[in-house]
């Protein structure tokens, strides 16, 4: 079993739904959450940072921790065409070491 | 500002030769690390360089990889006799990695646009 579980989707919406993104995760000692966003042929680009349990709000998008259940959510309201790229789950033990990624899932909005 | 760069941008090399893959950090960043994005694969961390210290080299999938940054800013990734499955993106990421931590301010990692080798 990998350490970040993510489904790769493809994930198609239309434009203004409400995206669930979802990671699970195995080790416990995981502490810092992010989403990052990556368009094709470009670099993984950070969305969202977290730590420990709870929400984080950024405009349109919602972070979520769930520690106990070691569930982590991504959720994009009023989807737009613009939001269609990989979403990349990713995590640390601790600040400033490598990051453990999920495989990301591939979203597109379609208009 | 300048962000992280990277090259070259493509690399195309025959089986058995070796290739040598460039990061520039963003300026006063300390921490640089290597991840390889593979087609099935993900992101996988390489190796990772902090300030003076040692690096971690943990994620080096052999000892035929190996990277090196001088003056505690340029870094080379080198892969000798390189190998189909060493086909992938190599990407750099830089953080500032100052202070306590915990804040995205100080640990996020920025990303290149990375180097996408393919070796026939």
């Known amino acids: 079993q990998k350490e970040v579980e993510q489904d790769p989707g493809p994930l198609s919406v239309p434009e203004g739904a409400i995206v669930s993104l979802n990671c699970t995760y195995s080790?416990?000692?995981?502490?810092?959450f992010m989403w990052y966003r990556q368009y094709s042929r470009k670099g993984p680009e950070l969305l969202m940072y977290?730590?420990?349990?709870g929400n984080k709000e950024d405009g349109r998008f919602t972070a979520q921790v769930d520690k106990s259940s070691k569930y982590i959510s991504l959720f994009i309201r009023d989807s737009q065409p613009s939001d269609s790229a990989t979403y990349l789950c990713?995590?640390?033990?601790?600040?400033?070491?490598?990051?453990?990624f999920g495989k990301g899932t591939r979203l597109s909005v379609i208009a | 500002g300048a962000g992280v760069s990277q090259s070259p941008s493509n690399k195309v090399t025959e089986k058995g030769k070796d290739v040598e893959l460039r990061c520039d950090p963003i300026s006063g960043h300390t921490a640089l690390y290597w991840y390889r994005q593979s087609l099935g694969q993900g992101l996988e961390f390489l190796i990772y360089f902090q300030g003076n210290s040692a690096p971690d080299k943990s994620g080096l999938p052999s000892d035929r990889f190996s990277a090196e940054r001088t003056g505690g800013s340029v870094s080379t990734l080198t892969i000798q006799r390189t190998q189909q499955e060493d086909s992938a993106v190599y990407l750099c990421?830089?953080?500032?990695?100052?202070?306590?931590?915990?804040?995205?301010?100080?640990?996020?990692?920025?990303f290149g646009p990375g180097t996408r080798l393919t070796v026939l």
């Open positions: 990713a995590m640390s033990f601790h600040v400033n070491t490598p990051l453990v």
């Open positions: 977290t730590y420990s349990s």
């Open positions: 080790n416990s000692a995981f502490q810092y």
């Open positions: 990421a830089s953080s500032l990695a100052r202070g306590s931590g915990g804040r995205a301010s100080t640990d996020t990692q920025y």
